[in-house]
């Protein structure tokens, strides 16, 4: 019996972390050049068995140049090999791989390998959420926190957490570590689709910063926000993002 898309994606998401991770551990490579290689490695693994077990199906990753022919198809992988490729290079755990599946510009079905925790979480298999803390914890990115997510943090009083990849970021949430992913520095398709499908199939809100939806599978790639967040804070960060000045 042929896989589930679910669990294909599950399974090329594993199979590129552990390939990364021996990409990585031969140490022959460092720095950005072991990014580069672990990137040109896991994507040319991830196209060409997404095209050998869904040929019929559009394919976008990072790490290919972009085809137009894929916007003809209403099912579409959108991958990112290594999605945080400093937080590789540098042996952290805060990286990620992505193997998504947008249907009618959805994200539908993904899994989110984190190769330095060993854990793969999936659309397929949602876990209940852990109880949430009283005061928000909320995810920033590392290098460049955007203004309007410190801004919406200090609104809603809410602690920082910095953070690598944007799939480390969504996957603490969907693991309890941490209550909002606000991003607003844009991004592309590849950053969230699969994080998006698994955290709102684990019951997530998930949107654009304005509360309208995530759409995929577009002409143009960039996404310029993102919010992740579990439901009882939601209508607050919203809130608080239309409050501050345009």
């Known amino acids: 019996m042929s896989m589930t898309d679910a669990e294909l994606a599950a399974q090329l998401a594993t199979a590129a972390g552990r390939i990364l991770l021996q990409v990585r551990d031969c140490g022959l490579i460092t720095g950005q050049a072991l990014g580069k290689a672990g990137d040109q490695t896991a994507n040319q693994f991830l196209c060409h068995a997404l095209r050998e077990q869904r040929p019929d199906d559009g394919l976008l990753s990072e790490e290919e140049k972009d085809n137009s022919e894929r916007l003809s198809h209403s099912r579409v992988w959108i991958i990112d090999p290594v999605d945080g490729t400093r937080e590789y290079g540098e042996a952290r755990a805060d990286w990620a791989v992505h193997v998504g599946l947008a249907i009618?510009?959805?994200?539908?079905?993904?899994?989110?390998?984190?190769?330095?925790?060993?854990?793969?979480?999936?659309?397929?298999?949602?876990?209940?959420?852990?109880?949430?803390?009283?005061?928000?914890?909320?995810?920033?990115?590392?290098?460049?926190p955007a203004p309007e997510a410190l801004a919406v943090a200090?609104?809603?009083?809410?602690?920082?957490?910095?953070?690598?990849?944007?799939?480390?970021?969504?996957?603490?949430?969907?693991?309890?570590?941490?209550?909002?992913?606000?991003?607003?520095?844009?991004?592309?398709?590849?950053?969230?689709?699969?994080?998006?499908?698994?955290?709102?199939?684990?019951?997530?809100?998930v949107s654009r910063a304005d509360g309208s939806p995530l759409v995929y599978n577009q002409a143009d790639t960039y996404m310029p926000d993102l919010l992740i967040c579990r439901p009882d804070w939601a209508e607050r960060v919203l809130a608080a993002m239309r409050s501050l000045p345009v």
Do not use: F, N
């Open 154 to 205: 200090e609104l809603l009083g809410a602690e920082l957490l910095p953070m690598g990849s944007a799939g480390a970021k969504a996957m603490a949430v969907v693991r309890g570590d941490a209550e909002i992913y606000l991003h607003t520095g844009g991004q592309y398709e590849w950053d969230s689709c699969a994080p998006v499908a698994v955290a709102a199939a684990h019951g997530l809100h």
């Open 104 to 144: 009618e510009g959805v994200a539908s079905i993904g899994a989110v390998a984190l190769p330095g925790m060993d854990v793969v979480l999936r659309s397929d298999q949602p876990q209940p959420l852990p109880p949430g803390a009283p005061i928000p914890r909320m995810l920033v990115s590392r290098s460049r």
